[in-house]
């Protein structure tokens, strides 16, 4: 029988090692998979490379991670945010590398790893800093760069609803980064909040097809503080 | 001279939205116009988190944190409203399937340049986000900001002094003082606030006007 269900945190992010390349789903706090990282500060990784579309808020989850000194780099989009303290600190101190990406080019270039392609031009950043030093080719008439796929060896990402297949739906603006991520790692674990029989997904209606996934954890959602969802009770 | 306050510009930015359009609304001052969009007209409001059909901040108490927007903020979703992943969202802007782009900027050059994303200041921690898919993807890239520069000095300019977000992208200028089209000939003045002056106006743009 596939069955993808891990019954720990802890389980879910078993084996990773030293300088992993380590992608985390979650646009801000929607979608973030706080367990998850929470997990793998505890598993005790190091020298990891992060990518993320921003780089920690608060004190909790990346953050965290990013203060315990465990992130060597961070790829992302949008690192400064009223409460990237954190992030803030290593950054002005030398003690992080940042790889800032176009949030456009950042989705592409992972969507880019999952779908097996090797590089693709795109005109977002044409003749800017960002673009510096890149191979760049008019096409059509229109100035275009040359962009690189990002792979990685781990995706942690958060969903609503998984099988024990690894199919997975989404809520709302939590989907965000979620499915593309899970298609460009060598490893994908999927937190959910509820699991259901296999088949009673509606097939019609699934996001992420379970083969992009290898273990799902579930996570109870009274105890997901920065996840995205509050109750409205 | 008489300058129109945020929400008169984001009026006058809604009132150049047409019927239907699809638009995506900047961090900042632009969020502004989604308030003056009115009920008669349908817009899709696009925003770059994976979602379509955004409506209007929930009620106090009724805020999910899972339904945000690009600035992080609890919207609502209208009937219709979609949501999709990333890579599908940037799709939209970069495939030109937006009609409108509202964004805040630091200075536009009379060529559309645009610079909104970082001051280049020492020590200064850049983000872009989604502003250089947005100001080269969508079919019109419209700023909104004040004229001038808390210290008086133009927005308007010649040439960018900030890094650039873009190349060529602004076609049309909302500010505090003014109405600019982006025009092969020049910058060329629609409209002024009321009891505006000209020469006034003039002497705090840094390139010449047309009109």
Redesign the interface.
């Known amino acids: 029988m596939i069955d993808k269900f891990v019954a720990s945190t802890a389980e879910a992010v078993a084996g990773v090692r030293d300088g992993a390349q380590v992608m985390i789903g979650g646009f801000g706090t929607a979608g973030l998979p706080n367990e998850l990282i929470d997990a793998l500060l505890a598993q005790g990784a190091k020298e990891l490379v992060i990518v993320n579309n921003n780089a920690g808020n608060g004190d909790s989850g990346l953050a965290a991670l990013l203060a315990a000194g465990r992130v060597r780099k961070i790829i992302c989009s949008f690192p400064r945010q009223a409460d990237s303290w954190h992030f803030d600190q290593l950054y002005r101190s030398g003690k992080i590398e940042l790889e800032l990406v176009p949030q456009g080019n950042l989705a592409e270039r992972i969507r880019a790893a999952g779908a097996g392609i090797g590089g693709f031009f795109t005109p977002t950043g044409y003749g800017t800093d960002l673009a510096r030093g890149k191979e760049t080719r008019l096409i059509d008439g229109r100035w275009m760069v040359l962009e690189s796929p990002i792979h990685a060896d781990l995706a942690l990402i958060k969903a609503e609803r998984g099988d024990r297949w690894g199919n997975l739906c989404y809520r709302m603006t939590a989907r965000n980064f979620g499915p593309i991520m899970a298609m460009a790692a060598k490893l994908t674990v999927a937190s959910v909040h509820e699991i259901v029989e296999l088949g009673a997904l509606d097939p019609e209606a699934v996001v992420t097809p379970g083969l992009f996934v290898q273990r799902v954890v579930k996570i109870p959602r009274a105890a997901t503080g920065a996840g995205g969802f509050k109750t409205t009770t | 001279m008489t300058r129109w306050t945020k929400n008169q510009i984001a009026a006058l930015v809604a009132r150049d939205i047409h019927y239907g359009a699809v638009v995506n609304l900047g961090i900042g001052m632009p969020t502004l116009v989604a308030n003056h969009l009115g009920a008669a007209k349908e817009v899709m409001l696009h925003?770059?988190?994976?979602?379509i059909g955004v409506g209007p901040a929930p009620a106090p108490?009724?805020?999910?944190?899972?339904?945000?927007n690009a600035g992080?903020q609890p919207v609502t979703?209208m009937p219709g409203g979609v949501?999709?992943?990333?890579?599908d969202?940037?799709?939209m802007?970069?495939g030109g399937h937006l009609d409108i782009c509202v964004l805040g900027a630091f200075q536009v050059a009379a060529n559309g340049d645009l610079a909104n994303w970082?001051t280049g200041e020492p020590?200064a921690?850049?983000?872009?986000?989604?502003?250089?898919?947005l100001a080269?993807?969508a079919k019109k890239t419209w700023v909104m900001m004040e004229h001038t520069t808390k210290a008086g000095a133009p927005k308007v300019v010649a040439r960018c002094s900030y890094?650039?977000?873009?190349?060529g992208c602004v076609s049309r200028i909302y500010t505090d003082l003014a109405v600019l089209d982006i025009t092969p000939a020049g910058v060329l003045l629609l409209e002024m606030a009321d009891g505006a002056d000209f020469a006034a106006l003039q002497a705090c743009t840094g390139v010449p006007l047309l009109r």
């Open positions: 925003s770059e988190n994976g979602v108490g009724a805020e999910d944190y899972d339904l945000i992080k979703l949501f999709f992943h990333h890579a969202s940037f799709a802007m970069r970082h020590g921690i850049p983000a872009v986000g989604g502003a250089m898919d080269v993807g890094p650039l977000t873009g190349l």
